[in-house]
């Protein structure tokens, strides 16, 4: 008589068991007591009399599932048959599926944990992925805190972020919080970075898109109308001591300087009124334009920015000063550090204009900036007539320092405000408040007197002219 198989038995999955695997193989145990062969229907599904046959007719005692849904249950059983035809229906087993994963933990940051001498522009970047493969979003946490609790960025979906302004020589701190789609949050380590140090005069070496520059020591100067002669606006004079040293352009900032940046940037170039561009100093630009250029040329060199977004002078760490010291990236010189250089610094010897008693020697002004040396009075349509206009830098004897064009050719934008002077003894000076910014040097353009290193003149720091330039200075750290 042929007997039945033996009930399947030692189900894997065991029943009742939990947190599996959403991909997995079955496995059962099942012999015939007459030695038969057997084969298997393998029912499967959520219903707890599974009905749906997944497999028919297998000879082997596994079966694999695989894409399982999460946290779910599953129903399964096997019918074995012999060959001779009997039939013996096992129980039925369950299991659960293992319930939603967390994000994996946020992993291989850039800048690397605990990286040093990074730019003051940074791009965090991390790696991290999901076990289930759902959906990831992030929170940023970033600052100077060892335990990072401003959040910078809710909910987004890319796994980089830029950081900006960042202040030197400075330990950041930041972490990233991955959540899925289904609630799930993993908190991931917090790394460190720093940022480089201020640069010293060893170890900043300007590139090749930087002006070329002049050394200007500190010392101190009689500033103002030292001869008797001057306008109301150049008394009373006053003594001026520097206590640091600085650097200032060796020529005007010209127009294949200034248009590189306009390339670089998408900038509109200011008009040459088709004079010749190429180096011939910069003109048309608003005292805007000149610090947009200075602080574009310190992101360029990797220091930090002389200028924010309202004028005002920063420091080292991007906070508001008015102490020149202070200021390590590119900026205008200030007005009185443009009087003392265009003196001759502390090697002057007294000259009435930059490098010379002689105006001619060292300045192009409305006389001499044409085809022909005029005479008579100043008269614009004679000066168009002979060809008047902006000349190339570099063209007339520098002064004692071996800069070029303080006087004449274009006026030159400083950095502060324009307002009255005093006779008291001043260090440092920088005037941070007014209406009108100052411009030094007089112009191809102007009388020869108004290229006196005593003369003043202002502006609105958005007027334009084509006798307006400007030149760059820098503070040596």
């Known amino acids: 008589i042929n007997r039945a198989p033996n009930q399947p038995s030692t189900p894997d999955p065991y029943n009742y068991s939990t947190n599996n695997e959403t991909d997995l193989t079955l496995s059962w145990e099942c012999s015939d007591p007459d030695g038969d062969a057997l084969t298997y229907d393998v029912y499967f599904g959520t219903n707890s009399n599974p009905t749906t046959r997944v497999s028919a007719g297998q000879t082997g005692n596994t079966h694999n599932r695989s894409n399982l849904s999460i946290g779910t249950t599953y129903y399964w059983k096997v019918v074995a048959k012999d060959v001779k035809g009997a039939i013996t229906e096992g129980p039925v087993w369950r299991f659960t599926t293992q319930g939603n994963r967390a994000p994996n933990t946020p992993s291989n940051p850039s800048p690397s944990n ?15 992925s999901d076990p289930d493969g759902d959906a990831i979003t992030y929170d940023v946490y970033f600052g100077t805190n060892s335990n990072p609790t401003t959040k910078v960025s809710s909910n987004q979906t890319s796994r980089t972020l830029s950081r900006s302004n960042l202040l030197l020589g400075t330990h950041y701190y ?3 919080v991955a959540k899925d789609s289904k609630g799930a ?25 930087v002006p070329p520059m002049v050394l200007v020591e500190k010392g101190s100067f009689t500033m103002g109308d030292t001869w008797g002669d001057g306008a109301s606006d150049e008394k009373p004079t006053h003594w001026v001591t520097f206590t640091y040293n600085f650097y200032i352009g060796k020529y005007e ?10 390339n670089a940037t998408g900038r509109s170039k200011p008009d040459d009124f088709d004079w010749g561009r190429g180096k011939r ?15 574009w040329l310190s992101e360029k060199e990797k220091l930090p920015k002389a200028y924010d977004s309202n004028g005002n002078l920063l420091d080292k760490d991007g906070r508001i000063t008015t102490d020149l010291s202070e200021v390590l990236g590119y900026r205008l010189p200030a007005e009185a550090e443009w009087e003392y250089a265009a003196r001759g610094g502390n090697k002057s010897k007294g000259y009435k204009y930059s490098g010379s008693d002689n105006v001619d020697d060292i300045a192009w002004y409305w006389q001499n900036s044409g085809d022909k040396y005029l005479t008579g009075d100043w008269d614009l349509d004679t000066m168009m007539k002979n060809n008047c206009k902006t000349q190339e830098v570099g063209k007339k004897t520098p002064n004692e320092l071996g800069i070029y064009d303080l006087s004449g050719n274009v006026w030159e934008w400083c950095s502060d405000w324009y307002g009255g002077y005093s006779s008291s003894a001043q260090t440092n000076p920088y005037k941070n408040s007014g209406s009108n910014r100052v411009f030094r040097g007089g112009s191809w353009y102007y009388f020869a007197t108004d290229a006196r290193v005593a003369f003043r003149y202002s502006s609105s ?5 084509r006798s ?3 030149r760059i200075a820098r503070t040596v750290p």
């Open 461 to 465: 720091p958005s007027s334009t002219y």
């Open 281 to 295: 100093p910069v003109i048309n630009v608003t005292w805007w334009d000149a610090i947009d250029y200075c602080n």
């Open 253 to 262: 900032t010209t127009f294949d300087e200034y248009d590189a940046f306009c």
């Open 185 to 209: 949050t993993t908190y991931g380590l917090t790394w460190r970075f720093t940022t480089q140090n201020a640069p010293t005069t060893s170890s900043y070496t300007p590139s090749s898109i």
């Open 114 to 128: 605990n990286a040093t001498n990074q730019p003051l522009t940074v791009t965090l970047n991390w790696e991290c």
């Open 174 to 176: 930041w972490k990233i």
């Open 468 to 470: 307006l330039g400007f």
